[in-house]
């Protein structure tokens, strides 16, 4: 058991990872035609941001998994909800199941505070899910439940900045992902239409070991043992992730420099390190990525960081 998870957890982490930080699609035939064949099956694997939902999302070697999962949903997610109330002393709700090789990846959202998304993985063998066997990749829900709890004790500046892209979205053509979309496909942490946040290293760690002595701890009670003096702005990790309005749009250089200067310019922001991404209007289907060659970007190693 402890090989197949392994090469599970390799196989589920490297399709769950999302676009950002300078990595694009490949393979993109941005001015093919779309009257041949080669130009349809091109245009087959993407879908307007607008209309996308999670459907075509996959996993390698999920598709006999993804079944037996299906086929097994409520189970699942109570055996789900289980590890995350034993494992974690958070309520969650299942959004999806995505079938990968030798299990199937659960994707949930945390009830309330602190709010965030991410995912667990359940071995099937022998054509049945192994109820007892949920788990974790190392690290993944730890980090998740750290990134809603900064932002909890960061309210202010995350509404800011919530604000602005709210605003953004309202006055120049762009938008962001839907709410299903981050339901069904989300597994970064705390995630917004407009952005995700995630974190490294154990700057943080503190506020977990609050919540995880106290899951009823308050806004206050955090802010009591918030340490920002020791949060490493390098670990906090902020990608802005929009996307143009109308379909035959390509990424508008103005609106992305707009958003870079408001990014280094901003006083009352979270603390972290901003990256951003704005993509033409479409989505890779089996992904949910929107980067691709034509896509505006500031990510590593110049990204914005608010100290």
């Known amino acids: 058991m402890k090989h197949k998870k392994k090469v599970l957890a390799l196989t589920i982490g490297i399709s769950l990872l999302i676009g950002g930080c300078g990595v694009s699609e490949s393979g993109n035939n941005q001015n093919g035609d779309s009257n041949s064949a080669e130009g349809k099956q091109e245009e087959n694997r993407y879908v307007s941001v607008q209309d996308y939902t999670g459907q ?5 070697g999920g598709e006999q998994t993804g079944k037996i999962a299906e086929a097994h949903r409520e189970e699942i997610d109570q055996a789900v909800k289980t590890f995350f109330m034993e494992e974690y002393k958070t309520e969650v709700t299942v ?12 994707f949930v959202e945390s009830k309330g505070e602190p709010h965030f998304h991410t995912y667990a993985i359940i071995p099937i063998q022998d054509d049945k899910p192994v109820l007892e066997g949920v788990w974790s990749q190392e690290g993944q829900v730890e ?16 509404n800011q900045l919530d604000k602005y ?30 952005y995700y946040a995630d974190v490294a290293g154990d700057s943080l760690k503190h506020l977990y070991n609050a919540y995880m002595n106290n899951p009823q701890i308050t806004k206050e009670e955090l802010q009591s043992v918030y340490q920002p003096d020791f949060v490493e702005a390098e670990k906090i990790f ?26 280094e ?24 990525k929107g980067d691709k060659d034509n896509t505006l970007e500031r990510t590593l190693p110049d990204q914005i960081i608010k100290k």
Request: net charge negative.
């Open 165 to 194: 892209l709210e605003d953004l979205v309202q006055n120049k053509p762009v938008v962001g992902k839907t709410e299903e979309a981050i339901e069904n496909t989300g597994a970064v942490g705390l995630m917004t239409p407009y």
């Open 143 to 158: 980090q998740a439940i750290q990134t809603g709890l900064y932002r909890m004790v960061n309210e202010k500046a995350f």
């Open 95 to 106: 959004h999806n199941l995505v079938g990968a090789q030798g299990g199937a990846t659960v």
């Open 56 to 60: 075509g999302y996959d996993l390698n």
């Open 238 to 263: 902020i990608t802005i992730q929009l996307f143009m309005e109308e379909k035959q749009a390509h990424p508008d250089e103005k609106i992305f420099e707009e958003i870079c200067n408001y990014l």
């Open 265 to 288: 310019e901003a006083s009352t922001i979270p603390r972290g390190s901003y990256f951003v991404l704005l993509n033409d209007n479409r989505i890779l289907k089996s992904s949910g």
